[in-house]
């Protein structure tokens, strides 16, 4: 896993949140783990409903990332809307 491809996929994903008031922040991507740790951030949005669904966005982000990363990854995606019991993707 390539730290470059990783954030280059994170700033194509953050470009349709941004213009939403939200953001998109890259946590880690650890290649010996193989894990991509992101975090949303909904402080200047004024409708969180407006922006994707929590799963979907989880499917979008999984989606952008897969095309830029060739090995098996896991995608923890913070995400406000979802409660403590269901955090992650």
Request: charged share 35%.
């Amino acid at each position: 896993m390539d730290q470059g491809t990783v954030t280059a996929a994170v700033e194509e994903l953050r470009r349709p949140l941004r213009a939403d008031g939200a953001d998109l922040v890259l946590i880690r991507a650890d290649p010996r783990t193989a894990l991509v740790e992101l975090r949303l951030e909904l402080d200047g949005v004024g409708c969180a409903d407006c922006i994707l669904p929590p799963d979907r966005l989880a499917e979008v982000v999984a989606d952008v990332l897969r095309r830029g990363i060739e090995e098996e990854f896991e995608l923890v995606l913070h995400d406000p809307r979802r409660t403590p019991d269901t955090a992650g993707t």
